[in-house]
């Protein structure tokens, strides 16, 4: 058994009529699929939720074919879910209410690179270690890292951030303009190139973050970032996890540009050690990255050097070289496959909570102290210096029992993150996840606003219906 | 004459019924009024459109006075328009259909800070001097300076910037939740104090940069900065707008986290000497600021200037106490009115182009030479750093053809800009000036998805009517 899904939604679905079915044939041949392993594959993310496969699959190419499918689903009030690598941790890509999937996956253009101006556009699945390949040679990078080999159009539909943001910024800040299909399957562009503009209303971070609930992503401006003239990578390691939590709020409090600031605990450098090979200590730690010039990044260090001491941290050890750094950050990304293979058959429920950085000793160590008294596997990994962190747990399918304590363990983690001012999803999204999480941190006057702007703007429901709103 | 107003909005006057004044004047007592000097005080900005006078303005203290006055708008279908302290530019605050100025400047109180998280709550009607003299004691700064001492809620109702967003972001970045009273006049929350968030359409960036046109922004809260270890001001000269705005471009580029980098020509500089009593060489000159560590601040000042000295700029002349910096800053604030004083009788026209840093120069030179072919006095200041830049005329009011020809100029300008893929306005907003451009800028379906959400969130139009949309 998997966690249920909102039954009420799943007695909402909406087939695709035989005329929608052979339009989309005619025109997409074999790009248009219904073959089972293809919508089963479509019809799953990372989530513990079923897979509720789409009934057709249309593989797209241009803005124009997207646009040709939105036309049709809207003609026929069909769902359509745009889907990215399928790597979203909330529900966002199951079809909840039947329709056709958009795959994106063959918009893998990287369209114009400016790099005389730090920005380039990219169609919506290319994906960021694809983009950072592509610009190596320019001596710019795009900084923004989910940790999942994510397409920069599911980026920018969950608002995604991780390791980079305390430095560089979320989607919400790296996204300059997009191309988007309408609920009516019209293009529209949003913004320009222009690093700042006052023209209109911020549709580009309308969009950012809507979840497919509003329009397709097609294409995307980002910004992207000079590769720092030094780079060096450090790990700390801590007799408690609060310790390396309030090192790094002083850091932050300081002001220093650290450029990552990850916090592993003992469980998750358990589990990195395992599946990297690695032979880390296995006490919480902060991994640390540090960019500037030569003399900046020795100066951050040794502030942060310092404060950690204060704090009972271990001496830096450094990772300075490439293969250092890149053998320790794919350890830490692989943090969630190598936590999962501690149990074999499970599936994870990822939190996500982030709070004001004042906070957040008391948000994890209260989380901490729960998980360890429910006994339940779980491991904490976290971009603190943000304020985030994921209290992930280790579910057997087959017990139903346990969905339920990790759900309930899950909601008190919630409600102490917005008591504290915090949010429910620091970088998830609210997928079908959170929807009643939504309303209780934001109140029912501001999510009724959403509803009122997503009727306006998809008047027939059709945008990946059921996500973020419930309807 | 002044510039002329859209005739048919000014068709759309609605009056104030009776029964609204009377329950008006029952809640506000003294606090409403309909003294002439009053409504005029209210029906005006810094734009050269002639004074058009609310019917009544309202002088609320707090979000409940704010709703009260609202839904007295909603039942009556009467405007309303939020004021702070007057200072945009392109017409925002002009009653063209008539109705209620809701004056917002009572709303001065800095609601919470809290230093250990680096945000600050402000109601509305606070400015941005006010903000930063609260909380001098605590370290922290709130960096966004448009030059004028506006209202935090004016500055988020533009998406305003200025002299610190190259390194700290605009009002998109910086405003973090607000509450606002709906067209309806319920009061709504956006946002938390966490500093990132995946939770739902991104209210809070479509509200910021709405200019009233969508609800009334009552209370913002904002990310504050560490005051810098090291604060550096430079002068640096230049022979030519061009060799200064290559210089910003290359150290853009090159990732220098330059403060502030702004651009004066050698009209502007002329003002401000005989304004403010300064005695600058009268070349076009970068004025700019370095923070960071001692060592950080001396490592990036050099590397400006090796770049400067390769466009041919003058040694730095270095303020590095307070006072000379406050001095020259003060300087550069006062362009405006030094620049205004250089014309008696005259009133102004800024134009405020942002393009892509590579274009920067072409779209300043090319835009400047054509104000010298035209002969009509005009100055030149910008925030370089971000491709922002404010070609101002000085224009007589009693002579249409100059308005008109200033305004021919000022279109070939917008149009330079957004052929070079950038925006009309880059800190200013689209008030009465500019809907025209912003709809060749984002296209008639961005726009008409724009005027989607505006009826469907104001359905009465009594936001703010007839700004950025024209209805």
């Not at 400016?114 to 190596?136: C, F, K, Y």
Request: with cysteine; glycine share 8%; hydrophobic share 40%.
């Amino acid at each position: 058994m998997n966690a249920p899904l909102p039954t009420e939604l799943l007695q909402q679905v909406r087939p695709v009529p035989a005329a929608m079915l052979e339009a989309l044939r005619a025109r997409f041949g074999e790009r248009c699929s219904t073959a089972a392993a293809v919508r089963e594959q479509h019809g799953r993310d990372e989530s513990p939720y079923p897979v509720t496969p789409p009934e057709v699959v249309v593989f797209c190419e241009s803005t124009e074919d997207v646009a040709a499918v939105v036309k049709l689903a809207d003609q026929h009030a069909v769902p359509v879910i745009p889907f990215g690598v399928g790597s979203s941790l909330e529900g966002h890509l199951l079809a909840v209410q039947g329709g056709v999937s958009i795959d994106l996956g063959r918009m893998d253009r990287v369209v114009r690179v400016h790099p005389e101006d730090l920005t380039a556009t990219v169609q919506a699945g290319v994906t960021r270690e694809q983009l950072n390949r592509e610009i190596r040679d320019s001596g710019l990078f795009f900084p923004i890292d989910p940790g999942a080999n994510a397409s920069i159009g599911g980026m920018a539909a969950t608002r995604a951030s991780g390791t980079n943001a305390v430095r560089y910024g979320t989607m919400r800040e790296n996204v300059l303009a997009l191309t988007v299909v309408t609920a009516a399957g019209e293009v529209i562009h949003t913004g320009t190139r222009a690093k700042k503009s006052s023209a209109g209303y911020d549709l580009t971070r309308l969009f950012v973050g809507s979840e497919g609930t509003l329009g397709v992503m097609t294409e995307i401006t980002v910004k992207l970032y000079p590769l720092p003239e030094a780079v060096s990578a450090a790990i700390c390691q801590f007799p408690s996890v609060d310790a390396a939590v309030r090192t790094t709020i002083a850091v932050i409090q300081m002001g220093v540009p650290i450029a990552r600031c990850e916090l592993l605990d003992a469980n998750a450098v358990r589990a990195v050690n395992k599946h990297s090979n690695l032979s880390l200590q296995e006490s919480p730690m902060l991994l640390m990255e540090f960019h500037g010039s030569e003399a900046g990044v020795q100066e951050q260090a040794q502030t942060v050097q310092d404060i950690a001491r204060e704090f009972g941290g271990t001496d830096f050890q450094w990772a300075t070289t490439p293969e250092e750094r890149t053998k320790l950050w794919t350890a830490r990304h692989k943090a969630y496959f190598a936590a999962l293979q501690t149990r074999p058959g499970c599936r994870c429920q990822a939190g996500d909570a982030c709070v004001p950085i004042s906070r957040l000793a008391e948000c994890i160590n209260e989380s901490v102290a729960d998980s360890e008294a429910a006994g339940i596997p779980y491991w904490v990994v976290g971009h603190v210096g943000d304020g985030n962190f994921h209290l992930s747990y280790l579910l057997d399918p087959n017990d139903a029992d346990e969905a339920a304590r990790v759900e309930a363990l899950n909601v008190k983690m919630v409600q102490r993150a917005q008591r504290l001012e915090g949010t429910c999803t620091g970088e998830h999204g609210i997928g079908l996840h959170k929807i009643g999480y939504l309303v209780d941190e934001t109140g029912e006057g501001a999510v009724a606003m959403m509803k009122t702007i997503k009727r306006a703007l998809d008047p027939k429901n059709i945008m990946n219906p059921g996500k973020v709103l419930a309807i």
